[in-house]
């Protein structure tokens, strides 16, 4: 795949390029910053005819992107891509930290607005739940389905809160779309091609969840996937992988934040619930993610934890939460950023 990049380029111009890289039977991917703006191009079998691009007019080079990974790479895009919330203020990526907390399931809507109160409160911008839940056993609960998208579209009314939840199939992912503000796709999902193309064709940001065993460059292929369809609004999250280390339930691989940052454009938040399983190391491993640099947290957060119909072990108590985001905003204003 071949870049184009043109400085400082207006969004008629942009368009203009695209409408002649698609009439060469191409697909253009725009990918605007202030410095300069790249256009990606996909959909080519075998190689592009340089000259072709490089005869078109607007456009002032083209390069050859090394990795295998392409929309994603900061070859293609220097600048950190921020993902925005029209109507709020609320965004992932840039300065401002993103904290996105909620229970691991929808429950009842008695539990889910009893947790939104209190994250809400705490200062979260963001909610998460699940409605649909990949369960290790099939006879664990499953997640209340659209009833849950229901609960917390009334919780983006009520508390302002962007939702987050998990598309766990296509089926799902049509629901999760009409519903919530960001669809999540879960660890087991991250090489579901046909799940993540599905989701690229989606118009809201995706938070891709790192597969339970996978490598950096596998995870970035999978966001790779889902930039291919057009949705470059992808945040990608740490959550743990499997190892011999058996103290924890994953082992939280806080280093692959730098790397990310060093290879890719794209946001990058950590999940030190699912990462650790245990309540008692979420805040530590929390702090440690906000020290490393990543741009949120996604943690689990329930008010009565030994209810919990999944993974209660690993859910903070409201207070917890209160504690984590004090010490995330210290911790981040070290940094330079504002939780
Ligand atoms: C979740 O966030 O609820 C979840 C199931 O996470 P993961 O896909 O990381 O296991
Ligand atoms: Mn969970």
Known sequence: MLVVMKAQATPEEIQAVCEQIEQLGLRPHPLPGAQRTAIGITGNQGEIDRGNIEDLS???????????????????????????????????????????AGPCSIETREQ??????????????FFRGGAYKPRTSPYAFQGLGEEALKIMAEIRDKFGLRIVTEAIDNEALELVDKYADVIQIGARNMQNYSLLKAAGRKRKPVLLKRGIAATLEEFLMAAEYIMSEGNYQVILCERGVRTFADHTRNTLDLSIVPAVQRLSHLPIVVDPSHGTGKRNKVIPLGRAAVAVGCDGLIVEVHHQPDKALSDGMQSLYPEQYVQLMNEAAQIAAVLGRTV
């Open 58 to 100: 607007g456009v002032a080079e083209v390069i050859q992107v090394s990795k295998p990974y392409k929309l994603v790479s900061r070859e293609v895009k220097e600048e950190d891509t921020i993902i925005r919330f029209p109507g709020t203020n609320a965004t992932i990526g840039g300065r401002d930290f993103a904290m996105i």
């Open 112 to 125: 889910a607005f009893a947790v939104a109160e209190e994250v809400a409160s705490a200062g979260a911008q």
